[in-house]
């Protein structure tokens, strides 16, 4: 792993990733409903530096399949190693969960189970439709691992009719083999090529700051838009732990607003692009977009 971006991760943030922490009461009743029903949210487990505005305005991110990762991407904070049998109550927990927290927009997303042979598509689909059931006014978005872009397991998921599916590429091709943990990113284009086939509206999420040119977020915006993805997100990457991938630069808000209009320019329906952007935040003005 490169030493030579140490100082830019040892340095202090600039002013614009910089984040005034919230804890008001619905704050404190989204963390409690978590803690209550024994949820994995990627809001805690990915150190997501939205999770207090966003728990704030009473939405969450649900991370079912347990929270460990049979995967170990450098740049992510879940825990990775021996997992745990599934929970087979766990849809029912999420949609209750949902329900109780009034959720107009539900986003769902999961470790990586290669451990299972399905990789957790009958799960997955078991949670859409405990939710479904539980909240039938409520949207869904889902944010699937690459299913090894096995196109009977991917259509178990799609099945249960999300409104949105979405799979991060995460980062450039040429640094996949480098941060992300045995995933290709012709896999994860084969997996995204295969939602937007079957009409599902299509999401993907990158992260910037690892090292990457221009050069090669406008391919990566080719690649997206070419695949059928509707839905692009662009974020700045922060290093979890010392232990993760250095950040190599802290993009400026002006580069990410030229980041945004390089997307729009290629046919995109909606981009968020922003240093704080993550891929689940506000997702609920991605789908309102999308369907105007």
Avoid at 102 to 121: F, M, N, Q, Y
Wanted: proline share 5%.
């Amino acid at each position: 792993m490169p030493k030579v971006y140490d100082k830019v991760t040892s340095d202090i943030k600039p002013d614009w990733l910089k984040i005034r922490i919230r804890s008001d009461e619905e704050f404190a009743r989204v963390a409690k409903i978590v803690k209550t029903h024994a949820l994995h949210t990627i809001c805690s487990s990915g150190m997501c530096p939205n999770k207090a505005e966003c728990w704030s305005r009473r939405t969450a991110t649900f991370m079912i399949l347990g929270d460990v990762c049979t995967r170990g991407c450098k740049f992510c904070a879940t825990k990775t190693g021996k997992t745990l049998p599934i929970d087979e109550d766990e849809p029912k927990r999420v949609a209750d969960s949902v329900r109780l927290m009034e959720l107009k927009h539900a986003v769902i997303t999961s470790v990586t189970r290669d451990d299972l042979p399905d990789g957790g598509a009958a799960h997955w689909a078991a949670v859409v439709r405990a939710i479904r059931q539980a909240n039938p006014e409520t949207t869904l978005e889902l944010l699937i691992p690459d299913l090894d872009a096995r196109a009977e397991l991917i259509d178990i998921v799609l099945a249960a009719a999300p409104d949105i599916t979405g799979h991060n590429i995460e980062t450039v091709e040429r640094l996949t083999p480098l941060v992300r943990s045995r995933a290709r990113y012709r896999t994860s284009l084969a997996t995204l090529r295969h939602i937007a086939a079957s009409g599902m509206v299509t999401k993907s999420g990158l992260m910037v700051g690892l090292g990457e040119t221009d050069d090669e977020v406008l391919r990566t915006l080719d690649d997206l838009a070419e695949a059928g993805c509707r839905i692009v997100t662009i974020g700045q990457y922060l290093r979890p732990t010392r232990e993760h991938w250095p950040v190599a630069e802290y993009v400026t808000p002006e580069k990410f607003g030229w980041y945004k209009e390089q997307a729009l320019a290629r046919g995109f329906s909606y981009v968020a692009s922003a240093p704080l952007v993550r891929s689940s935040y506000l997702a609920e003005q991605a789908l309102a977009c999308c369907k105007s």
